[in-house]
């Protein structure tokens, strides 16, 4: 019987480059989308999902994450003190939800190398890893799809999107094994998957995003894997590696993903979830029509 998914990985060592010189002293993990840190997506979405604890994967520079799942004492009394209960209710709520935990990666080694640290606190069990750059507005949440379709197949799911042919480059891509019949509407099982192919040699435009549920074996397979040519260790590799030894199963997850780690994902995101957003989405909206959007650039309303 597939085992209960309790704690979930989120790889936070990158030096998220794509976002300088904003990442220069902060994390972009705590880029803010409206009003909240671009990670807090990821972390509501796995308490949604059922999981709460959590394990950040940190490097150089990245205490502001821990400084913000951490409980405020000052800010909680101040904000007592004034009768704000609403903002207090606010920050108190997510750190009230989870256990978080912090492992550091001494130097960023790649996504398979992030994973790997995570090794010890994980231990002898099936766990989830949420890259909390791919926001996903999904209900159920994404997570919860990846989960069930686990409890089913009883192996490894990663979450899928179709992509158009020329973004294949930018993400690791699977191969469908047809023998394996009908598993459920956008389940497969996979015979193969590949980092970053050539559009020409992508064996799908199912990409791989942000989002797996992966088991212990993974760990020796990802310890087998040497450095790549850019000196990281992929967990696509990782992956493959272990496809030799036990089935994997991926999962089209029926939501809307903004990758927010590049800067038109991120102002796309922004844009969305502002939109969504009961107190804002009017003004907001208003605002965006009185922009002369075929004037281009330096245009003023
Ligand atoms: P990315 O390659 O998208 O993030 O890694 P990055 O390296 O931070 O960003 P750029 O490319 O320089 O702008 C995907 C995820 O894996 C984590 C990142 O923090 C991000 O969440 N990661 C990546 C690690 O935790 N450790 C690593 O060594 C590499």
């Known amino acids: 019987m597939a085992g209960t998914i309790r704690k979930a990985v989120f790889p936070a060592a990158g030096l998220g480059t794509r976002f300088l010189p904003a990442t220069k002293a902060q994390p972009k993990e705590m880029l803010v989308l409206v009003d909240k840190p671009v990670i807090q997506y990821g972390v509501e979405e796995a ?19 821990e400084d913000h799942f951490d409980v405020a004492v000052e800010l909680e009394s101040y904000l007592e003190q004034r009768g704000k209960t609403e903002q207090l ?20 080694l790649g996504l398979g190398h992030a994973v790997l640290v995570a090794q010890n606190l994980i231990g002898d069990e099936p766990f989830a890893v949420i890259l909390g750059d791919d926001v996903i507005d999904a209900n159920p949440p994404a997570l919860k799809q990846l989960i069930d379709v686990y409890q089913r197949v009883d192996g490894p799911v990663l979450a899928v999107e179709r992509v158009p042919a020329e973004d294949v480059s930018s993400y690791g891509v699977v191969k469908i094994d047809e023998s394996a019949g009908n598993l459920g509407r956008g389940v497969y099982r996979i015979s193969d998957l590949v980092e970053k192919p050539r559009r020409e040699d992508a064996p799908s435009n199912l990409a791989i995003i942000g989002r797996y549920i992966l088991t212990p074996d993974i760990f020796p397979s990802l310890s087998a894997m040497a450095s790549d040519q850019t000196g990281e260790i992929q967990l696509t590799n990782g992956l493959r590696h272990l496809l030799r030894s036990r089935p994997i199963y991926v999962c089209e997850i029926d939501g809307v993903r903004h990758d927010t780690g590049n ?8 844009v969305y979830f502002a939109l969504r957003r009961p107190d804002l989405a009017e003004p907001f909206r208003r605002y965006l029509e009185t922009l002369d959007l075929k004037a281009g650039a330096g245009s003023r309303p």
């Open 47 to 65: 308490v949604q999902s059922g999981v709460d604890n959590i394990l950040i994967v940190t490097g150089r520079g990245k205490n502001a994450i």
């Open 263 to 270: 800067k038109l994902g991120f102002l796309k995101a922004l």
């Open 89 to 108: 209710e606010e920050i108190r709520k997510i750190t009230r939800l989870i256990n978080v935990a912090y492992v550091r990666q001494g130097e960023p």
